[in-house]
């Protein structure tokens, strides 16, 4: 069976590292990084 994921969000105290784990590990593209995370825990971009 195969699975497709289509996108994640992701919270990270590196994200930069994160996100070289990820691409390395499943293959994963970076395609937006947004900039001005709060760092409480809550997005603030209005999608929940």
Do not use: C
């Amino acid at each position: 069976m195969h699975h497709a994921i289509n996108h994640v969000h992701l919270r990270s105290s590196d994200a930069e590292a994160a996100a070289a784990w990820y691409t390395e590990h499943f293959g994963a593209e970076v395609v937006v990084v947004t900039p001005g995370d709060a760092g409480d825990g809550h997005d603030h971009d209005g999608h929940g």
